[in-house]
């Protein structure tokens, strides 16, 4: 089991960049993909990036393929997503999540962190 916290959330302008942190609690931090989900109001939530336990690949949403970035340093046990040039449309509460221990990225998401809030102002 592995429990997920979210931070550096805030307020941007657009056109400007934020990176999120998700730290991990456990001894068994490399063994999981993670992936960062996001949630607007009224809207679903979706897959926004995605890596592997190693980290060695990762997977992006079209919406932000080539502005965000996602990478893990599995000695501290955190997963990073570094946005850039954000938009308004970008705002949205964001959820690291990590699907069971040494599963992959296409299994269901089974921890969840409590999420953070991105907002872009225009």
């Known amino acids: ?6 931070s550096g959330g805030g307020l941007v302008q657009a056109g400007g960049s934020l990176r999120l942190s998700c730290a991990a609690s456990g001894r068994t ?5 993670m992936g960062w989900f996001r949630q607007a109001p009224g809207r ?20 932000v393929q080539g502005r965000f970035t996602i990478s893990r340093d599995n000695a501290k046990n955190t997963v990073y997503l570094q946005m850039n040039k954000l938009k308004p449309e970008d705002t949205a509460v964001y959820y690291c999540a990590a699907p069971r ?13 409590q999420g953070t809030q991105v907002t872009v102002s225009s």
């Open 1 to 6: 089991q592995v429990q997920l916290v979210e």
């Open 29 to 33: 931090f490399s063994h999981y993909a």
């Open 44 to 63: 679903e939530r979706e897959l926004v990036a995605r890596i592997t336990s190693s980290g060695l690949t990762t997977d992006y949403a079209n919406s």
């Open 101 to 113: 221990e040494g599963g992959s990225w296409y299994d269901e998401y089974r921890y969840w962190g």
